[in-house]
């Protein structure tokens, strides 16, 4: 059974920064891939960022620039640099990670954003 845990969030100023940390139960060696979600009020979950292997990584395009996926093998550690933070990036984060077909979710952390 893999288990993951989110750390790192909470308030924030705009134009502010917060490092997210999802640390897994197993290797995230073995896993088919590693993603970032997010669940803003009124919204559904959309896909924030995906990690595949060594560097192969994409990002929807409002968090283009501003936003770095990474993991540390390791540390069994995901990671989502998050930098110049808007106000609209305001939501719970969830890791995620896919292994043999089959999608694990963490419990999400509050990142807020606001003056």
């Known amino acids: 059974q893999v288990q993951l845990v989110e750390s790192g969030g909470g308030m924030v100023q705009p134009g502010g920064s917060l490092r997210l940390s999802c640390t897994a139960s197993g290797t995230i060696f073995n896993f088919d891939a590693m993603a970032w979600y997010r669940q803003g009020p009124g919204k559904e979950r959309e896909l924030v960022a995906t990690?595949?292997?060594?560097?192969?990584?994409n990002y929807v395009d409002s968090v283009k620039g501003r936003f770095t996926i990474s993991k540390d093998n390791a540390k069994n550690t995901m990671y989502l640099q998050m930098n110049n933070l808007k106000p609209e990036d305001t939501a719970v984060y969830y890791c995620n990670a896919v292994l043999l077909s089959i999608r694990y979710w963490g419990q999400g952390t509050q990142v807020t954003v606001s003056s």
């Open positions: 990690i595949r292997g060594v560097g192969n990584t």
